[in-house]
């Protein structure tokens, strides 16, 4: 039986700076959901504030920036990369081993 080996990786997400506390709570909180679903663990989602750009992404000057830790299979990392790409509150987003 092969076993499957679960990796650490971080995630940085940036938002659309227009989302107000409680909506991007909600979308911190959906987003988790989802990852569950993939039997990822170890989810942690940590806020780094809402900061400027020195330049504009996608006609946006300000954003949130949302930092996940997760443990998960390889294999679910695309499938996690596709909810990002289709999500139209997601300006740029990096996924980094630990």
């Known amino acids: 039986m092969i076993r499957r080996i679960l990796k650490k990786y971080e995630i940085m997400i940036i938002l659309k700076g227009r989302l107000n506390d409680s909506k991007l709570k909600d ?3 959906s ?3 989802n990852l569950k679903k993939f039997n990822v663990r170890n ?3 940590i806020a780094r504030g809402k900061h400027k750009f020195h330049y504009s992404i996608k006609n946006t000057w300000k954003a949130h920036y949302i930092q996940l830790n997760i443990t ?4 679910y990392l695309e ?5 990002l790409k289709k999500d139209q509150t997601v300006l740029r987003y990096m996924i980094l081993n630990k």
């Open 79 to 83: 499938t996690l990369l596709s909810s």
């Open 43 to 45: 989810i942690s989602a």
């Open 31 to 33: 987003y988790a959901k």
């Open 72 to 75: 998960s299979k390889p294999e």
């Open 27 to 29: 979308w911190s909180f």
